[in-house]
T-cell receptor, first 110, second 113 residues
Framework: QKEVEQNSGPLSVPEGAIASLNCTYS??????FFWYRQYSGKSPELIMS????GDKEDGRFTAQLNKASQYVSLLIRDSQPSDSATYLC??????????FGKGTRLHILP | DAGVTQSPTHLIKTRGQHVTLRCSPI?????VSWYQQVLGQGPQFIFQ???????GRGNFPDRFSARQFPNYSSELNVNALLLGDSALYLC????????????FGPGTRLTVL
């Protein structure tokens, strides 16, 4: 059973601090990795994708991938109250199937 | 530009009934994927359709079926509804085959009584 694991949280971070979200996956053959943000009652929204080992930065967001350790993370710098949401890690098993983790609830404390 | 649209927004059914959910992808997108999201869980992959053919299937029973039409819109059908089928059903569209760049619709909230 291919799996994607995330700590469900909630993760509480003071406003302005760095939020660090982590994800591990079981399928060593996975090539594509994604972070989605989901506000309560809304649908998921893609915020980052990463395909190669290392870091990828986009504004306040940095995705980190370590395929040897089967580990993906998302850093959010200068956290804002509007960042409070559930963050879903997703992994492509093959080009036609994607597996989501259960999500980590992030709460930014004003 | 219009995003992914889904209908209906909410639906209440009773056990044993059948339901059809509909999805219209973003204009120009040829791939549609369906997901089930139970409260407190991440979305679970049900199907992917590309160019009107099933390209991927998740671990769901045969009660779940789908199809894609020539205009790339899609329907998800669920027969013999169970209480456990109560969930948010999400549709996502992608420009081409694959799930790398997909955009989600607002979802259909199905309640089975």
């Amino acid at each position: 059973q291919k799996e994607v694991e995330q700590n469900s949280g909630p993760l509480s971070v003071p406003e302005g601090a760095i939020a660090s979200l982590n994800c591990t996956y079981s399928d060593r053959g996975s090539q594509s990795f994604f972070w989605y943000r989901q506000y309560s009652g809304k649908s998921p929204e893609l915020i980052m994708s990463i395909y190669s080992n290392g870091d990828k930065e986009d504004g306040r967001f940095t995705a980190q991938l370590n395929k040897a350790s089967q580990y993906v993370s998302l850093l959010i710098r200068d956290s804002q109250p509007s960042d409070s949401a559930t963050y879903l890690c997703a992994v492509n098993i093959n080009s036609d199937k994607i597996i989501f983790g259960k999500g980590t609830r992030l709460h930014i404390l004003p | 530009d219009a995003g992914v649209t889904q209908s209906p927004t909410h639906l209440i059914k009773t056990r044993g009934q059948h339901v059809t959910l509909r999805c219209s992808p973003i204009s120009g997108h040829k791939s549609v994927s369906w997901y089930q999201q139970v409260l407190g869980q991440g979305p679970q992959f049900i199907f992917q359709y590309y160019e009107k053919e099933e390209r991927g299937r998740g671990n769901f029973p045969d009660r779940f079926s789908a199809r894609q039409f020539p205009n790339y819109s899609s329907e998800l059908n669920v027969n013999a509804l169970l209480l456990g089928d109560s969930a948010l059903y999400l549709c996502a569209s992608s420009p081409d085959r694959g799930t790398d760049t997909q955009y989600f619709g607002p979802g259909t909230r199905l309640t089975v009584l």
